[in-house]
């Protein structure tokens, strides 16, 4: 069996998949995607909960060169998990990878100029190059309840929604409030005996601009000028968003945020209700959620919203105590609490040049140079990585752009006919610098909110403060200047008297 490769890609999901197509299509074939659940297709093929659905148009939210016939403008989990496997099934992706393959360690050898990447069980692969492609939203966080372990009933998080337990007739309760518990809620409420939901702060809400495609216009969308026109026409629409987000407080307060608010007073009467509802930070600040059913759904007869007053003092065996001494008994408790998307951009040990480990690197906070490559880590390249996110586009055209600067990496290498490439210290350093000036312009440094945009130090790492398309045309750009290119070793044959060592090292 192989165990030695140009590319290795960890991560089955878009970035994954993104980067295996574009090896592809430049003639490269010795790869291999290592994913670590029985299954391929990452987010959308694992967050099976009720109610899952994508926020950003599915014209923009899909692959540019995988056009697909959806049938509505925002596509729903199923739908999403169809388009994935399509993907996979057309480029042949399935026989380039191997699954139940979790990855516990990768580590840089400077002898042999490869990564050696452990997997569970103990088998080593080794490979010139690797994607890390396992994605920010795949690490999901438990927060640490006392009595957590005692609850006698059914677990588990949204990540991980378990489709055979019956969940009709039961008493519930949601642990969050974010994005995918604004799903969940309306999908169940209507099911459940009772269903209790613990905030731990609101956010904003507007309506979703949903509707189902006529059969007229999905004809017309298969006509490839058209569908380019009408995916470019959402893409400008929702990248001016980045004025309000980072440009004018007075925009996103007077625009966004009045909207939200008529959006709160139009579905929720009972004052209490839209109070508990009503954030206290500028609307951006966190995510944004679309949802024409959450606020219906918290007016329910069985339904229950537990502010931060009346959260979560302790969990027992029947079920949980809220901060007032209520006892609320349970079948089954929802976790619905997010993912280590900051601090744990990547979930197992990387160890580069030098024995350099990279949460040495990260210590204070995650950074990257174009959210990519990191210094002294030879020939490593992040798929959303530090500052990479984006809060008002597809995160998929973000994956495309980062495609443009790791490709043309490779092909450095390639063409030269050496062994690695290493973006230089002090790129990292003033494009780091860059990143951070421009992000205290934004509403996710100044909007008065905690959110996971940001890591324990307090810098926003999950997003990039500015235009996609600026961030594009940075990735198109190679620099040359600001990466080194590592030759290859020489073969260690007895060398004669006065010839000179090779360079090992040399700017690119």
Not at 425 to 433: G, H, L
Request: proline share 5%.
């Amino acid at each position: 069996m192989q165990n030695t490769y140009k590319v290795i890609i960890i991560g089955s999901g878009f970035g994954g998949q993104c980067a295996a197509i574009n090896l592809k299509k430049r003639g490269e074939d010795d790869f291999l995607i290592l994913e670590r659940r029985d299954f391929m297709g990452g987010t959308w093929c694992q967050n099976a909960y009720p109610g899952a659905a994508v926020d950003v148009q599915s014209l923009l939210y899909s692959i540019e060169s995988e056009p697909y016939d959806w049938s509505q403008m925002f596509a729903e989990g199923k739908e999403l998990q169809q388009y994935t496997e399509h993907v996979i099934t057309k480029h042949g992706l399935c026989e380039k990878t191997r699954v139940k393959s979790n990855v516990k360690q990768i580590e840089w050898h400077d002898d042999e100029q490869l990564w050696h990447v452990l997997l569970d069980g103990g088998d080593v692969l080794k490979a010139q190059f690797v994607v890390n492609a396992s994605g920010p939203l795949s690490t999901p966080v438990y927060p640490n309840f006392k009595g957590r372990d005692t609850f006698k009933g059914k677990t588990f998080h949204t990540n991980n929604w378990d489709n055979n337990y019956q969940h009709a007739g039961k008493r519930v309760a949601i642990i969050g409030s974010g994005a995918s518990a604004a799903q969940v809620i309306p999908a169940i409420a209507p099911d459940v005996k009772h269903l209790h939901v613990f905030q731990r702060s609101p956010h904003w809400v507007l309506p979703r601009p949903d509707r189902t495609f006529k059969p007229w216009e999905r004809k017309l969308l298969k006509i490839d000028p058209i569908r380019r026109l009408a995916r470019s026409a959402i893409y400008w629409g929702l990248e001016s968003r980045v004025i309000a987000f980072k440009y004018s407080d007075f925009a996103l307060k007077q625009i966004a945020q009045r909207e939200a608010l008529h959006h709160i007073k139009k579905q929720i009467k009972d004052p209490e209700l839209r109070r508990k509802v009503t954030p206290d930070f500028t609307i951006g600040c966190k995510r944004i959620i679309l949802s024409n059913t959450l606020y219906p759904a918290y007016c329910r007869d069985n339904v229950t919203l537990h502010d931060k007053a009346d959260g979560i003092a302790e969990i027992n065996e029947r079920g949980i105590v809220t901060q007032s001494g209520e006892q609320i008994d349970l079948d089954c408790i929802v976790y619905s609490t997010g993912y280590d998307a900051t601090d744990g951009v990547i979930s197992y040990p990387v160890i580069g040049r030098d024995n350099t480990r990279l949460s040495d690197v990260w210590s204070e906070y995650p950074r990257a140079y174009l959210g990519t490559t990191v210094p002294g880590f030879p020939n490593l390249f992040i798929v959303t990585g530090p500052n990479t996110g984006i809060g008002h586009t597809s995160a998929i055209f973000v994956i495309e752009a980062q495609m443009h600067y790791i490709m043309q990496a490779i092909d450095r290498v390639q063409k030269g006919n050496a062994a690695a490439i290493e973006v230089k210290p002090e790129a990292e350093e003033k494009y780091t610098q860059f990143i951070h000036t421009e992000m205290d312009k934004t509403v996710w440094k100044t909007g008065g909110c905690t959110s996971w945009y940001k890591s324990k130090s307090g810098h926003v790492v999950a997003m990039f403060p500015g235009f996609s398309y600026t961030y594009l045309q940075m990735a198109k750009k190679f620099k040359q200047r600001d990466h080194e290119i590592v030759l290859k070793k020489p073969v260690d044959l007895p060398r004669r008297p006065g010839k000179a060592k090779l360079k090992v090292v040399e700017a690119a």
